[in-house]
């Protein structure tokens, strides 16, 4: 830190707001995301108050569950060190395999054949990532044109899935229906990143996950299966995604091939500004449902000030990069100040 | 002073570095003039890789001063091979910087002026230059294709084009071969004929007495030998070198502990064996087989060794068996392969057990942290809490924790397997570890020290096999262990040999 | 007391020879597997389209080879030919034909500084700054266009769609990509440079090579690429909009792939490339002949993709690897 003021009385002053100047810009950096998300509340509440209605919270909340499903799972395979790009495609193609077999043997049929198509999916990712070592950003972003392909294809383009969707269950999927008051979304969503939450921080299978994200030799000489890891981490991501493919369907009780189209890099920038590091090794899920309710709350308030599409499509890519930026300075300052000899 | 700094290539004056209070190096004064070679040496941590990096301008020294050629040398560049090239230096390291995917005539023209001909003409000049330096390699082949000698030579050559005064070479022979060791050392005596001030840094005491006219030998960061050649014995240069070893006590009783035999392992072509309750060295050469040796016994790189582990034969092939029977690993790079560097502290030193401290796949914090603080108390460990992340401790810190890893779960363990574990440790940590060593042995634990510092080997070990030739000689402790060892590293088979 | 690095030398052996011409095995077995099932496919004039749809991928995948090699990728390929296409075209019904074609290039070009800044001098990740260019590129390009297509004026769709020899214009340029791609790659330092900097970026730094900027003008060059390809699209369609390109990332990517680079830089060699773009060019050609439907196309494309990634990881002898 270069220090301006003058020396002798001054540095004894300048020596103090460093410091404290270190201290606000970590709490910065570890709660930002909070902060940003009270501070941007507050400022959309000012503008139009009618976001603080319990409709539009719930309406919210709705919303981000899809993203959640995959986000969280997703969270957890980027620590491990490896990412899955196709995770929109293999929901929506989960999507049409649980339709269209709902369509036929009914829904509970329908919705286990979906999600073991998703988790199938993952597997086969977690195979060619973690065992034949391929390059998983390569490989999912064929997986996403694969699977969004296949998802056209078996529909034709069109919407399938009409009245596969038992009633009192589509009730509760489109918001007609609560259970002690919240929408069941709100469950699920809870559900899940308890889930993922203790996964990472509280069973081993966390522990193994940032040691292999982190340091993959040294999680390999001390015994951890690095190959298993990944591929369980893949695993979850894909029945992740089964998961979101579910909402898809449940929400609307119809299917399109094109549903969730964009979902893994919506699902992605979460994960990143939720600090979580691309490299591996470093970040909570905490930070996670932040980001979540960040992006979603900013989405939504977008909708709602009319602004227009293509801006919030910006919006997603500018968080994006805003999100790497920030976690390449952290990890240089962690490195300039933690590498002591 | 054996030189005359007013017509040495590169004079370094009072030189002094700290680290904080330590001096790495405490008033070094040496000339290195041209047409001589000299051979710099000393022990880890005696300030020879300090010195070098002064003299590269790596590092900035706290007092005195460094002129290569009249010229003080410049920290701001960094040790940036373009600066040395400019004051005349140039510096051979250990691991050249080729580019695999290129030809040996792109990587000996690669940013020079020769860069810009045609592709015949850079054929051409690297034949020259290879010539130069007896060597006959295709300069069309691909770097990737060499092996570690004629890499070096290709980096040799390179480094001939354009005017050299001084040459630097950091490690040479680590990985080469009697024959290409050989070759090396005709080159290095053309060059010194032709009036260049050459510097030979190396850990191999036999090749500095070969090659070195003169020898200055570093110890605890001051100069204590700077001698030329002749008026040298392999006697007194492994003396001087010798650091002055302390806090050796409990270990004398080393041999008497042992117990039954609890491994037995084929090494080209002879079987070692070793006994449960003790520590025993394997010391060699930087880079020397006893490594290799140590990481396939835990199931690393890509042949087998044939074992008998408590009586059962058997070969490991990857490091999870190795642990299933009981062999676990130190590896001698502690920040890229034993440290977990953004978690904390008790992380790091409870991730192999993972299994044993959880509930139902769930991990108790609790037993983590009595387990943590059971081995803070056995080694020591001081530092921040075991929250903190383990990047806050010092390095010696770092390696308890590491070591402890092992260390807490002595019942399922029969073998702890250690590459270099005293480097980057202060004498305060390494004393610390080596009464947890102490401790574990008494309870019938083996281990294998593999080392290339004869401190190390001697501050813990029983006993220790000399890797240098084959078979492996056996060197125990006594008085003058520390001597004898080096000797037979020096000498190799023949210990009673004296060079003069 | 030898230490031989281990693992294999690359270039020899009947296995690397095997798979350094798999790749055109397989495009001597789907050319006669399309002409089989459809003998039009065999002919001069279906060449003539297929090369004709070839060309922006050609056009695109060299200076991307050439960014791969250096260790970086740039996935947001067809979302800047997009962009330049809807605000070139705007520019040019506005301001006329010159300061069209300016803005076609102009805009190319600020995405690959923006890239190359991205990824160079803030040292970000660039597959994931791509990704993210991509989606702001693709929304600016949405909301220049209003959702509309442009039509260009008829002075450039005469110029560019000129022919000599029977050919468009545009498939020499190509070829003098091709050509000049190869020149700096095998023929110049420049080539070396790149080698270096994605092989070991550290070393190369210490033998003087300024990575950072070589890096920087490789992201810029693509970009220029982008708009050139943003021409070349608007011409062969015949209007622009905002989803021109989209087409495009996935192929070009498939064809560096299968030309045996991939993601980890310092390797790769121009003719494999050639080999990869027609591979890849002729394939998607073959499908639409067949009738495929586009849906299905994805399948197969996506699954290349993948299988791409297996084949160039073998030649790098990486797969497998304990």
């Known amino acids: ?341 | 002073m054996v030189a005359d700094p007013k017509n040495s290539t590169v004079v370094i004056n009072n030189l002094s570095v700290a680290y904080g209070t330590i001096k790495a190096l405490n008033s070094v004064s040496l000339s290195i003039p041209p047409g001589q070679i000299v051979g710099l040496v000393g022990h880890n941590g005696a300030g020879k890789s300090t010195l070098v990096n002064a003299i590269t301008g790596a590092v900035k020294p706290s007092s005195g001063e460094i002129r290569i050629d009249g010229e003080p040398v410049d920290y701001t560049h960094k040790s940036s091979p373009l600066y040395m090239a400019r004051l005349g230096m140039k510096v051979i390291h250990q691991e050249p910087s080729l580019i695999g995917i290129l030809s040996v005539a792109d990587n000996i023209t690669f940013r020079t002026q020769g860069e810009k001909r045609s592709r015949k003409e850079r054929i051409e000049i690297a034949k020259e230059a290879l010539k130069r330096v007896g060597s006959s390699l295709d300069p069309q082949k691909p770097v990737s294709s060499l092996g570690f000698g004629d890499r070096q030579i290709v980096d040799l050559a390179r480094s001939l084009l354009g005017t050299v005064k001084t040459l630097l070479l950091d490690e040479p022979t680590a990985a080469l071969g009697r024959e290409e060791t050989e070759r090396l050392h005709r080159l290095l005596q053309d060059l010194s004929r032709e009036g260049k001030a050459i510097v030979y840094v190396s850990h191999r005491l036999r090749d500095i007495l070969e090659i070195c006219d003169r020898i200055v030998v570093l110890r605890e960061g001051k100069v204590v030998m700077d001698q030329p050649n002749r008026e040298i014995t392999a006697d007194t240069l492994s003396e001087a070198v010798c650091p002055n070893v302390e806090g050796s006590a409990d270990t004398a009783q080393g041999l008497e502990n042992r117990r039954g035999e609890i491994l037995k392992a084929l090494w080209r072509g002879k079987s070692y064996s070793f006994y449960s309750g003790e520590i025993v060295g394997l010391f060699g050469m930087a880079g020397g087989p006893q490594f290799d040796f140590v990481k396939q016994l835990y199931g690393l790189g890509s042949e087998s060794l044939e074992i008998t582990l408590e009586g059962e034969s058997c070969r490991v092939q990857n490091p999870r068996e190795a642990m299933k029977r009981g062999i676990c690993y130190v590896s001698a790079d502690r920040e890229r392969e034993s440290l977990f560097h953004y978690r904390s502290a008790r992380s790091n030193l409870c991730i192999p057990w993972l299994n044993r401290l959880s509930f139902w796949g769930l991990v108790s914090k609790r037993r983590m942290k009595e387990e943590y603080e059971r081995v803070r108390g056995f080694l020591n460990i001081l530092g921040p809490s075991q929250d903190s992340t383990i990047d806050k401790f010092s390095g010696g810190n770092r390696q308890k924790h590491v070591l402890g890893r092992w260390l807490m779960n002595t019942e399922g363990i029969k073998l702890l397997l250690l590459c270099q574990p005293n480097q980057g440790v202060d004498i305060r940590a390494r004393a610390d570890i080596a009464r947890a060593l102490q401790k574990a042995r008494e309870r019938g634990l083996t281990i294998l020290v593999a080392s290339s510092e004869v401190d190390e080997i001697s501050h813990l070990t029983d006993r220790a096999y000399v890797c240098e030739s084959e078979p492996w000689q056996e060197v125990r402790r006594s008085p003058d262990w520390e001597i004898k060892l080096m000797e037979a590293l020096l000498l190799g088979v023949k210990r009673k040999e004296v060079l003069s | 007391m030898n230490q031989e690095k281990s693992g294999r030398i690359p270039g020899t052996g009947i296995w690397e020879l095997f798979l350094d011409n798999l790749v055109l095995l397989g495009l001597i077995f789907i050319i006669i597997f399309f002409s089989l099932k459809n003998p039009f496919f065999f002919s001069y004039s279906n060449a003539r389209s297929i090369l004709r749809q070839l060309v922006p991928i050609g056009i695109y995948s060299f200076p991307v080879a050439l960014l791969l090699i250096s260790n970086s990728i740039d996935l947001s390929l067809g979302a800047v030919v997009g962009l330049s296409a809807v605000v070139g075209i705007e520019a040019m019904n506005a301001f006329g034909f010159a300061f069209g074609i300016f803005a076609f290039l102009g805009v190319g070009l600020a995405a690959g500084l923006l890239n190359g800044m991205l990824v160079s001098y803030f040292r970000l990740n660039p597959v994931i700054i791509t990704l993210g260019t991509q989606i702001i590129f693709r929304g600016l390009s949405l909301s220049v266009s209003g959702g509309r297509s442009g039509v260009p004026p008829e002075l450039f769709l005469k110029i560019f769609r000129l022919e000599l020899l029977g050919f468009r214009l545009e498939v020499f340029f190509m070829l003098g990509v091709m050509i000049l791609s190869y020149w700096v790659l095998h023929r110049n330092r420049l080539g070396r440079y790149l080698y270096a900097a994605g092989e070991n970026e550290r070393a190369a730094f210490l033998m003087g090579v300024k990575v950072q900027n070589l890096r920087f003008l490789m992201h810029t060059l693509v970009g220029l690429a982008g708009g050139i390809v943003g021409i070349i699209s608007v011409a062969k369609v015949g209007l622009s909009s905002g989803s021109l390109g989209q087409n495009l990332t996935l192929p070009v990517i498939i064809a560096i792939l299968l030309g045996g680079i991939d993601f980890g830089g310092g390797a790769g060699k121009i003719t494999s490339v050639i080999v990869g773009v027609f591979f890849i060019g002729i394939l998607e050609a073959g499908l639409l002949i067949l009738g495929v439907t586009e849906f299905l196309q994805q399948v197969i494309v996506g699954a290349v993709l993948i299988l791409a990634v297996c084949t160039s990881a073998l030649r790098r002898g990486r797969l497998l690897k304990r």
């Open chain 1, 1 to 341: 830190m270069k220090v301006k003021n003058s020396k002798s009385a001054g540095q004894v002053n300048s020596a103090f707001l460093t410091k404290t100047r270190t201290k606000l810009l970590d709490f910065i950096t570890t709660n930002g995301l909070l902060v940003a998300l009270i501070l941007f509340v507050i400022f959309v509440a000012v503008v139009k108050p009618s976001i603080l209605k319990w409709s539009s919270l719930e309406g919210i909340i709705r919303q981000s569950t899809d993203i959640a499903v995959v986000a969280f799972p997703l969270a957890l395979l980027v620590i491990a060190g490896s990412v899955d790009l196709s995770l929109g495609s293999v929901a929506s193609f989960s999507a049409i395999v649980m339709a269209k077999t709902a369509l036929v043997y009914g829904f509970p049929i329908g919705v286990f054949t979906g999600l073991s198509v998703a988790v199938g999916i993952g597997l086969l990712n977690g195979i060619l990532v973690g065992y034949l070592k391929l390059h998983p950003v390569v490989t999912t972003l064929g997986g996403l044109t694969l699977w969004r392909g296949a998802a056209l294809l078996l529909t034709n383009a069109k919407t399938i899935g009409m009245g596969a969707v038992p009633g009192w269950i589509l009730d509760y999927g489109i918001g007609l229906n609560t259970l002690l008051f919240l929408p069941v979304h709100f469950y699920i969503l809870t559900v899940s990143y308890l889930v993922c939450w203790t996964l990472t921080h509280k069973h081993r299978f966390g522990e193994r996950l940032y040691a292999v994200g982190g340091q993959e030799k040294a999680a390999f000489l001390v015994g951890i299966n690095t190959k298993m890891v990944k591929l369980l981490a893949h695993t979850i991501a894909g029945f992740g995604a089964g998961l979101a493919g579910f909402m898809m369907f449940f929400r609307s009780g119809a299917v399109h091939g094109t549903d969730g189209d964009g979902l893994e890099f919506r699902a992605l920038t979460i994960v990143l500004l939720g600090g979580i590091s691309f490299q591996g090794g470093k970040g909570k899920m905490k930070g996670v449902l932040v980001a979540l309710f960040f992006i979603t709350f900013l989405r939504y308030s977008l909708v709602l000030l009319r602004t227009p599409l293509y801006l919030q499509h910006m919006a997603s890519g500018v968080l994006i990069i805003l999100a790497l930026f920030m976690d390449s300075l952290l990890t240089q300052r962690a490195e300039k100040r933690g590498s002591g000899s």
